[in-house]
């Protein structure tokens, strides 16, 4: 196990390596530069800007001195926020996000599993439609129709909870719930989906011919059995999520990460781009390496392939 | 017979799926008795409503589409026809123990082997987890599972189809019910895992005095097992009677067929194996009359008109055929002139 995790960490490393040299590559194939969009500079001035960033030398300089300070944890200077390092935004704003998109992601967890669960054991009723009905809404529709919606209710007109801002618990109920409909409506599809073909598995009826209840043989036989495919949908999903979300960030004001992830492409702020796009990739990598691990502990045939390897 | 106690009492089953396209009468009246200790089986093609029979004993089938239309099910004095969900499932794995046709998917993938065991008895007894899983490593030495200690612990994917088999007999076993129905056990197994199978079955039998019921198409199989025959065709019984005079004495048309399309390693010189020709018929609709008359060699007008009634051949050997019709022509017996010969 400890040596499997340590080829898995490798892995992530050049995982990591591969996502920063494309996306520096690709990030400075983009027409102009950061101060593209200022105002206009005297040239000698654009010069001695070009030259404090390194953005004058060769373009495989200007890798090799990133991924030297990459190495070293500094992430760099933003381009365009005055005198803050890319690691400084990232500590102040992902919080906020993490906090918001963990939130949203045990709701939509919960009861989208509910809502499959059932789906499936009740086919072709009553809750079957209904809970399908909402995955679809929850799928088609657009998070930010839900976040305005919302607050038109349960803020603007029974003014239960405030309308946006960021400080106690009560202002992240909202953009928990809206950011939970896509988790949930995927989930539950899934959920669904999935127990459906475990239910008809010839082990289930083993299961009823040994006496269990129906609540037993749900619980012990079913779920973990259908849970599979929803723990794979699941790593990039909360990676996703915990690291912010442009949209509903800003519907609701809320000091996350989402809005660089957008914003740094517009400036072409450079050392900022490669700065989320890493802290998104090792998120991503690091879910994708507790999803495999989730794997060996819920099945145990996975379990044996990798130790027999 | 007659000097055992009726064990399980099925009368006049009638039992149907609802599907879209209308109803399948997948069972229709079916009687029959299973005495203590005794082993029965039944045999019949895949359709003939064999497993459906066992299943609405045990009620096992979604209901719906299955549906229980009509008849009585007795088992150990108690009409269990008329148990609720809740009593049915104290029924379930404690008195009557399944095991089912493919043991590479009828055990939970992912729940070791020793907890799958435990789990009837924690269900049914109450005992500890611990002690459970003690009794459970008892049951795999019962059926014959070496190293219980470590295989108590593993995963179904670490046993082989034979294991697996043996396993889902110690599930089944672990109450120690009153009835054992094996839904064609041997038919996912290769040939010499079969006879181990089918040897197990019966030492355990002998031991803890279980009646077997042995739902199965292959009549090696019932041979080996079986003390009484029941031979179902579309949903019907149309034969029964003891291992020896189905064998040496059968008197319906199809159980013919059957024994003829199977190797007989007594036959006296080299005979051709005979299929039965066509399908079963639809049991969406199936026929006013005989529902094998559209296969049978000796077919007559009657047969197609009108359910023939069973006749007894002897007290416990009853055929449901019209050429027992005292009027009716009569046929000669493949079956009897070879049982006169080898005798004389």
Redesign the interface.
């Known amino acids: 196990m400890l040596n499997y995790s340590l080829k898995r960490f490798v892995y992530m490393l050049i995982t990591i390596w591969v996502i920063v040299t494309l996306t520096f590559f690709l990030m400075h194939m983009i027409p102009g530069d950061p101060f593209t969009s200022e105002k206009k500079v005297p040239e000698q001035i654009r010069q001695n800007m070009l030259a404090k960033y390194h953005l004058d030398k060769p373009l495989i300089v200007q890798y090799g001195y990133y991924l030297n300070n990459l190495i070293h944890g500094d992430l760099g200077i933003s381009l365009k926020y005055l005198n803050r390092t890319v690691d400084d935004i990232i500590k102040q704003s992902a919080p906020a996000s993490f906090q918001l998109g963990i939130q949203s992601i045990i709701l939509g967890v919960i009861f989208g599993l509910l809502f499959g669960i059932i789906a499936a054991l009740k086919r072709g009723g009553g809750w079957d439609y209904f809970s399908m009905f909402l995955a679809i809404i929850g799928i088609s529709v657009p998070n930010f129709i839900i976040a305005t919606l919302l607050q038109l209710l349960l803020a603007s007109k029974l003014r239960w909870l405030p309308v946006s801002g960021w400080g106690s618990f009560k202002y992240t109920i909202l953009p928990s719930i809206a950011l939970s409909f896509s988790t949930l409506s995927i989930i539950s599809r899934m959920m669904r989906t999935s127990m459906l073909d475990v239910i008809g598995q010839d082990y289930i009826k083993t299961a009823k011919a040994k006496g269990l209840s129906q609540l037993q043989i749900i619980w012990k036989h079913m779920v973990r059995n259908a849970i599979m495919p929803v723990v794979t949908v699941l790593g990039p999903l909360i990676a996703g999520i915990v690291t912010g979300t442009f949209v509903i960030e800003q519907i609701f004001s809320i000091p996350g990460l989402g809005k660089f992830f957008v914003q740094s492409i517009y400036d072409e702020d450079y050392s900022m781009i490669l700065g989320t796009t890493i802290f998104y990739s090792v998120i991503l990598v690091v879910m994708m390496f507790l999803v495999d691990i989730a794997y060996g502990l819920i099945d145990p045939r996975v379990r044996l392939a990798k130790g027999g390897k | 017979m007659g000097d055992r106690e009726v064990l399980l009492d099925v009368q006049n089953l009638e039992y149907s799926f609802d599907t879209y396209a209308g109803e399948v009468k997948a069972v229709r009246d079916v009687s029959f008795q299973v005495m203590k200790g005794e082993s029965l089986a039944i045999v019949g093609e895949s359709g003939c409503g064999k497993s459906v029979t066992m299943q609405a004993v045990?009620r096992?089938n979604p209901e719906p589409p299955g549906r229980f239309k009509a008849g009585k099910i007795i088992f150990d004095g108690r009409e269990i026809s008329k148990f609720s969900e809740?009593q049915?499932?104290?029924?379930?794995?404690?008195e009557i123990?399944?095991i089912?046709q493919?043991p590479m998917?009828?055990?939970?993938?992912?729940?070791?082997i020793g907890k799958q065991i435990a789990?009837?008895i924690l269900?049914?007894q109450k005992v500890s987890k611990a002690e459970a899983m003690k009794r459970a490593k008892e049951m795999l030495d019962v059926v014959g599972i070496p190293n219980a200690d470590r295989r108590i612990n593993q995963?179904p994917?670490?046993f082989s189809g034979g294991m697996r088999q043996r396993a889902?007999i110690a599930?089944?076993l672990a109450c120690r019910p009153k009835l054992l129905i094996a839904d064609e056990p041997t038919t996912a197994l290769d040939v010499t895992i079969q006879a181990q199978i089918l040897d197990l079955m019966k030492d355990l039998q002998r031991e803890f005095n279980t009646s077997i019921i042995m739902i199965t198409h292959d009549l090696g199989v019932v041979a080996d097992i079986a003390e009484r025959i029941i031979v179902m065709y579309a949903g019907k019984i149309i034969e029964t009677g003891t291992s020896d005079e189905i064998f040496k004495h059968p008197q319906h048309p199809y159980t013919w067929g059957l024994l003829k399309s199977v190797p007989r390693l007594d036959a006296q010189n080299k005979e051709k194996l005979v299929p039965i020709v066509g399908t079963p018929p639809d049991l969406f609709a199936p026929p006013v009359g005989c529902p094998f008359a559209a296969r049978c060699n000796y077919a007559m007008k009657i047969c197609y008109e009108a359910q023939p009634e069973y006749t007894n051949e002897t007290d416990s050997h009853k055929v449901a055929c019209w050429l027992k019709h005292p009027y009716a022509p009569k046929v000669k017996n493949p079956f009897e002139k070879e049982a006169y010969t080898s005798e004389g």
């Not at chain 2, 049915?88 to 404690?94: A, H, P, V, W």
């Open positions: 045990m096992l809740r049915m499932q104290s029924i379930r794995g404690s123990g399944m089912f493919d998917t009828s055990l939970n993938p992912t729940m070791t789990e009837v269900k049914h995963y994917h670490e889902m599930i089944a």
